[in-house]
């Protein structure tokens, strides 16, 4: 039995109809992982919807009514590209209260996992890229309010950026800063460039790698952001990890991670153009959660987005990522 808690619903899924967001993988996940005996039952923990306190920490109050009284104009239900409903929104708010639990289960455990989440698109005032409220961040402000962390880390891996993530937690003002702090160092090679900011991080540090020539069109600077060209293949894709990871925790020591372990970096994806195998999202994986549980820091994972073409794929990416965390974990208690 895994050494920590998969928070998970089956009311997850999202009521979207016929989408390339395929909302069954849920389902899919949490069954793959019984019938592979990765999991038990006990190990299963049931999320509460988060509260409206809890989401209002991180959104605005005109947009939480909005979605509240199903009030969003045309155009921003357009810009979130999902069709909106009421069970919508449940569906949202469950998977939040799924990261807070989980985020919380990870300060005991050492880890734990939220078997949906990572809407990393979603900002303050709006909705976007399917995402409609964003559960990282609303789990952060969470159990920071309630003074169980101070400093937390994102290290997001989903092909596209979080930049609602980056907004959310940015500092402001950020052109003042800027001027004050000098310029982001950049380093490059073939395969990518990485940005540094050059402001002093707040309470919340942000890491993303993502695809450059992939949506968001607009990306808000995160603390670090590591751009790959297309078709970057897994040794130059785990090699920038690692020095994203480096320079990360050279600059921050966080409290929490919140691991958003998204399977679209993979190169059957119909929605990134980076070329991971099944494997390398695997050793992307065991990267990150070795980071954090050899420096001993509580890391919470969310699975965000996946959109290959076999849906079963990306189901295996995602029970993969619960595998490595499994052996990892596991190793950890027995010395
Ligand atoms: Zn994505």
Redesign the pocket.
Known sequence: MLPFKLVYSDAYYLPIGTHIFPAEKYRMVASCLREKGIAAEDNFHHPQPAEDRDVLLVHGEYYVHKLRTGTLTAREELEMEIPFSDELVNAFWLNAGGSILAARQSLGDGISFNLGGGFHHAFPDHGEGFCMINDVAIAIRSLQREKLVGRAMVVDC???QGNGTAVIFGRRPQAAEAENHGKPAVTRDQFAWMRESAEPPGEVFTVSLHQENNYPVWKPPSSIDVNFVDGTEDQPYLDWLARALDAAFTNFKPELIAYVA?A?PYREDQ??GLNLTIDGLRRRDELVLRAARDRRIPVFVTL??GYARNVEDTVAIHCNTVASAGAIYSSSHSK
Do not use: T
């Open positions: 989903d092909v596209h998204g679209d929605l990134g965000a987005g």
